[in-house]
């Protein structure tokens, strides 16, 4: 166990304006199973960037040791020459090719002139029986399940030489048989020597797989233990304990009667057919800013997509909008009733970015400013003028194109145009995700005076310190369900994670 | 701090007023057409810019620029359509056939082929919007289908003579008082809504453009007006399919930018996942856009049917790609979310003036279609390489 397979010394990756990783010091010795665990955005998959060549050689200060040998990598294949192969969330699999084609895609065997396929079929059995898939290798892949297809991955990466196998959340997809199969896999691979990076939030496998736990926060390494060493709760508490150090202009409000209420209520995927939500309810009051927190594919933005009518699914349950029964199908029905959606990816469905930011404030609320069922020009400038002046934007003029704003900026706009409308509740996913500090300071007065003049408010946000510096009560999800609630006074970091990574439930039970 | 911010914002917007808002594309494209002017009148001897081959040119190119106009809508959406040289020669074919074999009046024909025109675009449409099968697949499909359908009814005959009434739509003038009335309107109807424009404006305290700005816009375009009417007068007068071309842009440039229809055109095109977030219907106003497409197709089949005073098999073939062309040279992107219909108008002329040009050169056919395509590419790759400089 004294050797390292791979060191990684003050590692340190900058993107504009942000330090994604800060001096990252990592080793894995050989042989072993070793987790990585921290919250979104602590900076690990930035770290297994950095390490199979995606950030290349230049772009990061730091060295990398592989067996002792300082490496170099400039892109994929060189990390791939050494033997790391790395499996992402989002997998690489060609759905309109064969199994058997996938698994040896960038194998020699695919890369004669005539490929032999009757030798593929029967190479590709061999991997398919080691993962225990019994399938017909020339299946396509897009027929497969989600969790199937990630152990194909995996197979794949076997296919290779591999001393190094870094997995990043293999099992969010994954079905609990599935589960099972892949961890029998990846300790037969620790018998055969192989090293095995795990990054995974399920801290219950990183406690089972596991033989030492790095754990990264803010872009910081934290610390190495064995993991005899730690329990779940000492890991949770290394991910989260820092200080707040951003400033959140919390007020106390006065806080009205329900405002919106959702009971029951379940979504299906109409893609996938897996049951995305299941069964989640809470309430939401006049004036109150209530927090949703919970981990990456806990079901957050698909539960607050699918109540606002943006997402492609089926439907159960009730939602109450004043007391009375709201349907919605489409999101104009939403947006009628009052109700506005920031969503957490701006670009891509908040703003059109070629549009000026005029008529990007007016998108939603294009009856605002029509005379005779005709869009009065003058007045829609006069509209968009005022409410850009109340979110403090700042732009050379307001016919200038979205696009060249910055985020912050393009965020004042997004927020601008769902504001125009008067909405009763707002519902914000990750407002401040990719904005400086400033800019965050001021969106977060605004979603203050919102609340104080009577608007129900939700805020999504991976940021732990975000949801308790913001908001009034805390609803934790997980697995595609809530999970608990807290007061503002009750929560803290320690006890929502322990809530969002499954693990004990000591909250309170849901409303209703 | 927060007084600071928003004094920031008003100190730019009074900075607009001195500023003179330059729209490189339509300058550029205006450039191009100068260019192209004076190359064909050295060539020929003036002879390009003629009382004669002006009038020639305009109804030359009437029919692609209706085609044009509802083209700029289609690609600004995000979408494209092949069908719409077959849909010119079958709704011409429909409108002949009614006329020289059933005998309809002229004023018949013409509304049924309008609806019919639009029908089909419907037809094409809600494949495109309700079906989400690609416009390019639906439109290179109703490309084959409606050539077919227009062999089929015609019996592969040219169909033909048509009654006066008819044949007066794409072959007469307005009488020369006319034509100038109807110029001094325009100038007066535009000189009104500035004024009104300007007085709304102040009263609402919005930032103004400078008087001589706005001012001397009118004047270049009275000018401008004036002069062509004039040019046209000293031949036969302003041609009818000219006046069509004018009142059907005017109608739809209208449309794009004050309807909430055209806004959305605009964004849907622009980015869809956002705008069907905003509430916007993206279906339907699709399926609205080939509507009208259909509609202006039948149209231009009308002007050119009466032109030829007769119905082909062939009519309309390829006028797609010179369709699409005016717009892409006008500036419309093919990405979708930008363009605009005057850039498609002069799109459309410049290509109408290089085939008029070189046909008065006595250059052969097939010189126009390597220059045109040359043209077509050049005009792109000024746009992309002007956008990379920008940025």
């Given at each position: ?200 939030h399920k801290l219950g496998e990183v406690m089972e797989l596991a033989d030492h736990v790095t754990v990264l926060r803010d872009g910081q390494t934290i610390s190495t233990d064995p993991i005899g060493e730690l329990s779940e709760e000492k890991i949770v508490t290394k991910m989260v304990g820092r200080e707040l150090t951003e400033l959140f202009p919390y007020e106390p409000r006065q806080i009205g009667d329900n405002i919106l209420e959702v009971k029951n209520y379940s979504v299906i995927d109409s893609q996938t057919g897996k049951k995305v939500i299941d069964n989640a309810a809470f309430n939401l009051r006049k004036g109150e800013i209530l927090g949703i927190s919970g981990l990456m594919g806990a079901g957050r933005t698909e539960l607050f997509t699918s109540i606002f009518g943006g997402y492609e699914g089926k439907k159960e349950g009730t939602v109450l909008l004043e007391g009375k029964e709201l349907k919605v199908k489409k999101p104009s029905d939403a947006i009628n ?176 | ?391």
């Open positions: 166990m004294g050797d390292y397979a791979l060191q990684m010394k003050g590692i340190t990756k900058e993107f504009p304006g942000v330090r994604a990783l800060d001096n990252v010091t990592f080793s894995v010795h050989k042989g072993e199973i070793h987790a990585l665990c921290g919250e979104n955005g602590a900076g690990k998959s930035t770290l297994m960037k950095v390490l199979s060549g995606v950030h290349p050689y230049g772009s990061y200060t730091g060295d990398i040791y592989v067996d002792g040998k300082k490496v170099e990598f400039r892109t994929i294949k060189e990390s791939q020459k050494v033997g790391i192969s790395i499996i992402y969330q989002e997998l690489a699999l060609i759905e309109e090719m064969s199994v058997a084609e996938n698994l040896f895609l960038s194998h020699d065997l695919m890369k004669r002139k005539v490929i032999d396929y009757n030798q593929l079929y029967a190479e590709s059995k061999k991997w398919l029986n080691y993962i225990g898939l019994d399938i017909d290798p020339r299946t396509k892949v897009g027929k497969l399940s989600v969790g199937k297809q990630q152990l194909i991955e995996i197979a794949k990466s076997l296919t290779k030489k591999t001393d190094i196998l870094i997995l990043d959340e293999p099992t969010a997809a994954l079905t609990e048989s599935d589960v099972e199969v892949l961890m029998d896999i990846l300790k037969d691979l620790k018998s055969k020597g192989v090293t095995c990076i795990y990054i995974s009733a009052g109700i506005a959606y920031v969503s957490e990816d701006r670009k891509r469905f908040g703003l059109v970015l070629g549009m000026d930011i005029k008529q990007n404030t007016t998108m939603a609320a294009l009856n605002k400013v029509m005379k005779f069922k005709l869009i009065d020009h003058n007045l829609e400038l006069q509209k968009s003028e005022e409410i850009t002046k109340k979110m403090k934007l700042k732009a050379p003029n307001l016919e200038t194109a979205v696009r060249q704003l910055s985020g912050g900026n393009q965020q004042k706009v997004v927020l601008s145009k769902w504001i125009l409308n008067n909405p009763k509740v707002l519902i914000l996913d990750e407002p401040t995700r990719g904005i400086d500090v400033g800019a965050k300071y001021e969106i977060y007065k605004i979603i203050n005076e919102l609340a104080e003049e009577g608007v129900g408010i939700v805020i999504i946000s991976s940021e732990l310190p975000e949801v308790l510096g913001m908001s009034d009560r805390v609803v934790v999800m997980s697995e595609g369900t809530v999970a608990g609630q807290f007061d503002r006074k009750k929560a803290t970091q320690e006890k929502i994670m322990a809530l969002a990574t499954g693990g004990k439930k000591d909250a309170k039970s849901t409303v209703h | 701090m927060q007084s600071q911010q928003s004094t920031s914002l008003n100190e730019n917007v009074q900075e607009k007023k001195l500023s003179f808002k330059f729209d490189m594309q339509a300058y550029t494209l205006a450039i191009a057409l100068v260019l192209i002017a004076i190359i064909f009148s050295i060539f020929t001897d003036g002879e390009f810019l003629s009382s004669r081959n002006l009038s020639n040119l305009f109804n030359q190119m009437s029919v692609i620029a209706v085609l044009a106009i509802g083209m700029t809508l289609i690609i600004v959406a995000g979408h494209i359509d092949l069908s719409v040289g077959s849909l010119v020669g079958l709704t011409g074919g429909i409108a002949a056939i009614l006329q020289v074999w059933y005998g309809w009046d002229t004023l018949s024909v013409f509304l049924v082929t309008i609806i019919v025109g639009a029908l089909l675009g419907l037809w094409q449409g809600w494949w495109v919007a309700y079906r989400g099968v690609p416009a390019f697949i639906v439109t290179l499909g109703g490309m084959l289908i409606f050539r077919g359908i227009l062999v089929g009814i015609s019996q592969g005959q040219t169909v033909a003579p048509l009654e006066g009434g008819f044949k007066q739509l794409g072959n007469s003038y307005l009488p020369y008082s006319i034509g100038y009335i109807l110029a001094i309107i325009g100038i007066v109807l535009l000189i009104f809504f500035t004024i009104k424009n300007r007085s709304k404006r102040a009263n609402l305290g919005l930032a103004l453009t400078p008087g001589f700005i706005d001012y001397g816009k009118i004047a270049v375009y009275s000018i401008f007006t004036m002069g062509i009417v004039y040019m046209l007068n000293r031949y036969l007068g302003i041609p009818t399919p000219m006046l069509i071309v004018v009142g059907l842009a005017a109608l739809f440039i209208f449309i794009s930018s004050k309807t909430a229809f055209g806004r959305s055109v605009y964004a849907i095109g622009g980015n869809e996942e956002a705008a069907a977030l905003s509430g916007i219907n993206i279906k339907r106003n699709v399926l609205w856009v080939f509507i009208l497409m259909g509609a202006l197709a039948a149209v231009a089949s009308l002007i050119l049917t009466s032109r030829l005073n007769a119905a082909t098999v062939g009519a309309g073939e390829m006028y797609e790609l010179d369709a699409i062309a005016a717009c892409v040279i006008g500036g419309t992107s093919l990405m979708g979310g930008k363009g605009k219909i005057v850039g498609a108008l002069i799109g459309a002329l410049i290509m109408a003036s290089i085939d008029n040009g070189m046909s008065m050169m006595n250059i052969e056919t097939f010189w126009q279609f390597i220059v045109k395509g040359l043209i077509l590419i050049l005009a792109v790759w000024l746009d992309i390489s002007s956008k990379k400089r920008a940025a």
